[in-house]
């Protein structure tokens, strides 16, 4: 099977990340707590509105990227899957720089060092996950996004925004998976929802 993957939210997680520097950079007090999209939420209705949670942004997927955590169960996922003899892809939608970044970090290049610190690189013989750089793949719109997951046929898609299954010219035979760790229920077009990478293992390579 030929199965692409998401990377913001899906692979790599921010929650924690988000919530410290947001609070490094005065935007949500010391003592919040909640998750990212809360962080957002809280962000974007005070007085710093949505350029201060871009702001916020800039650094998280930047250079205090190394600070994010890997999916519990993504490591897992991606060595069975291997030894079942599946493709696999990332399909990424990630601007080249930050918004309101002063340093202008390349938000790419920031991703894939994240990824080459996980061993994404390294064969799974010695303990990584196999990929090479040309099965990563990065897109500044999100419509350009589902051209490559067309282009790379992808029997199977897994990602953890809906608007991206429900954009009218995603692949009708791909198979949707929504990474939905702390549950979804409402979305226009039928997808399965899955709470862990251990669900997805359940749903794709059972």
Same mark, same amino acid.
């Given at each position: 099977?030929?199965?692409?993957?998401?990377?913001?939210?899906?692979?790599?997680?921010?929650?924690?990340?988000?919530?410290?520097?947001?609070?490094?950079? +005065? =935007?949500?007090?010391?003592?919040?707590? *909640?998750?990212?999209?809360?962080? $957002? &939420?809280? #962000?974007?209705?005070?007085?710093?509105?949505?350029?201060?949670?871009?702001?916020?942004?800039?650094?998280?997927?930047?250079?205090?990227?190394?600070?994010?955590?890997?999916?519990?169960?993504?490591?897992?996922?991606?060595?069975?899957?291997?030894?079942?003899?599946?493709?696999?892809?990332?399909?990424?939608?990630?601007?080249?720089?930050?918004?309101?970044?002063?340093?202008?970090?390349?938000?790419?290049?920031?991703?894939?060092?994240?990824?080459?610190?996980? +061993? =994404?690189?390294?064969?799974?013989?010695? *303990?990584?996950?196999?990929?090479? $750089? &040309?099965? #990563?793949?990065?897109?500044?719109?999100?419509?350009?996004?589902?051209?490559?997951?067309?282009?790379?046929?992808?029997?199977?898609?897994?990602?953890?925004?809906?608007?991206?299954?429900?954009?009218?010219?995603?692949?009708?035979?791909?198979?949707?998976?929504?990474?939905?760790?702390?549950?979804?229920?409402?979305?226009?077009?039928?997808?399965?929802?899955?709470?862990?990478?251990?669900?997805?293992?359940?749903?794709?390579?059972?």
């Amino acid at each position: 099977m030929i199965i692409g993957i998401d990377f913001d939210n899906t692979i790599i997680l921010y929650d924690k990340l988000v919530r410290s520097i947001a609070s490094k950079m +005065g =935007f949500i007090p010391p003592s919040f707590e *909640g998750d990212k999209v809360a962080v $957002r &939420d809280f #962000i974007r209705s005070s007085k710093y509105g949505d350029e201060g949670w871009q702001r916020v942004q800039g650094q998280v997927y930047g250079k205090e990227i190394v600070g994010a955590v890997i999916a519990d169960g993504f490591k897992e996922f991606i060595v069975l899957a291997r030894k079942k003899q599946n493709q696999l892809y990332i399909v990424s939608h990630k601007t080249e720089i930050g918004h309101f970044d002063i340093e202008k970090i390349n938000l790419r290049d920031a991703a894939l060092g994240w990824m080459e610190g996980q +061993g =994404f690189f390294s064969q799974i013989e010695d *303990g990584g996950l196999g990929f090479t $750089r &040309d099965e #990563i793949f990065f897109r500044a719109e999100r419509k350009e996004k589902i051209v490559k997951i067309k282009e790379l046929q992808c029997e199977a898609f897994i990602d953890d925004l809906p608007e991206v299954f429900e954009e009218a010219m995603f692949p009708p035979k791909t198979k949707k998976i929504l990474y939905a760790p702390v549950g979804f229920t409402e979305h226009k077009c039928a997808m399965t929802v899955v709470k862990s990478w251990n669900e997805i293992a359940n749903a794709l390579l059972s």
